[in-house]
């Protein structure tokens, strides 16, 4: 049965207890018309000590159990690449919205599956890639799509840290999906998939740590009129910033331009700097947009479309193709 989300809070459940879901559920707190209801962790300790610090109604010590509670309408999905396949589905063929965190899944085939699931079964599905919501991103996107500035013909982006070479890190478990590109690689690919659209051509090259997965990528996105040099690295500290030179105009994300910030543009020799106040860590904005989605009746979002997904893991399935990187 179709449940009804018009007149009450949106009960929200976590599964994966790491890192990123702490800042989740920061966020989650801030919105009146949402709770977070029930928290799911391989560790009952884990699981009981988050739900107290974020006042969960309800934690469990194995994800299929949480996936039965028929009382939690959306969940977000915090475990590691390898996991965002099977966890989406356990929810979705549940009836529970699910909003999952980058990358979608490890590959087109897995992306399309989860598509498939969600369309039926008619539940909300969205990739949780929150930049797409952040005010100074639909900013930056508002200018380029009205050409306020003319036409895009460059863009430099890209995001990298150094980080000490751990695999009992996810970020460098190739089992887990760890390396460069599916982590923060696809960040600099979203700027210009969101804002120059498909590529016609891709050039990559990488590099790799001794495990096989990849300890920075280059990338060259070519189209008819413009060009993206995009690079994501765990090996030394990028500018993590989004360049866009436009005709008349070089606008800036600031660093870290995936996440809120500030923007700068530079025309004729003067730089405006734009500050969007944020009072957040940043996760609230695609809550927001996900629980209005929940609400109206909506099964796909019509910003962080079905297609857009799809685009994005065709694109990094076609630079691993060029690097050679296997999963
Ligand atoms: N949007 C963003 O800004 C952002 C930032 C960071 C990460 N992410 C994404 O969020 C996901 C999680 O990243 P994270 O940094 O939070 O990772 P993390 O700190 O390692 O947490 C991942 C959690 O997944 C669960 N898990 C399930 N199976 C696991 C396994 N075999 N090995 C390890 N953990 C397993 C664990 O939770 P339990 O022990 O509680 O079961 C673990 O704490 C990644 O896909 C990443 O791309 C997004």
Redesign the pocket.
């Known amino acids: 049965m179709t449940k009804d989300h018009k007149n009450r809070r949106i009960k929200w459940g976590i599964i994966?207890?790491?890192?990123?879901?702490h800042k989740f559920a920061t966020d989650l707190l801030t919105i009146e018309d949402a709770e977070l209801y029930a928290v799911a962790?391989?560790?009952a300790k884990?699981?009981s000590e988050f739900a107290n610090q974020y006042e969960a109604k309800k934690y469990y010590n194995n994800y299929s159990e949480f996936a039965k509670d028929s009382g939690i309408d959306a969940v977000y999905i915090?475990?590691?690449?390898a996991?965002?396949k099977e966890n989406t589905l356990m929810c979705l063929k549940n009836g529970i919205a699910v909003l999952c965190?980058?990358?979608f899944a490890m590959n087109r085939e897995e992306v399309n599956e989860m598509i498939t699931i969600a369309k039926q079964n008619n539940v909300l599905l969205m990739e949780?890639l929150?930049t797409y919501f952040l005010p100074h991103y639909q900013y930056i996107l508002n200018l380029l799509k009205n050409e306020i500035y003319g036409k895009v013909t460059t863009l430099n982006a890209n995001f990298g840290f150094f980080r000490e070479y751990d695999t009992s890190s996810?970020l460098f478990n190739k089992s887990?999906g760890g390396g460069s590109l599916l982590?923060i690689g696809i960040y600099p690919i979203f700027a210009a998939l969101s804002t120059l659209g498909l590529p016609k051509h891709i050039e990559a090259d990488a590099t790799y740590f001794e495990n096989g997965t990849d300890a920075s990528c280059d990338m060259i996105f070519t189209s008819n009129n413009s060009t993206a040099h995009l690079r994501s690295s765990l090996l030394e500290d990028l500018s993590t910033e989004a360049i866009f030179q436009c005709d008349s105009a070089t606008l800036k994300i600031n660093t870290q331009f995936h996440?809120p910030t500030t923007v700068s543009i530079i025309q004729n020799g003067k730089e405006e700097n734009i500050d969007f106040n944020y009072n957040t860590i940043g996760y609230n904005f695609e809550v927001i947009h996900f629980n209005k989605l929940l609400r109206d009746g909506h099964t796909e979002s019509d910003i962080m479309t079905f297609k857009f997904s799809q685009n994005l893991i065709n694109t990094l399935d076609t630079v691993r193709e060029i690097i050679n990187l296997k999963y």
Do not use: Q, V, Y
Not at 16 to 21: C, F, P, S, Y
Not at 78 to 81: G, R, V
């Open positions: 994966g207890l790491g890192n990123i879901a962790s391989r560790s884990k699981a915090a475990t590691p690449h996991m965002h965190e980058k990358p949780a929150w996810r887990l982590d996440a």
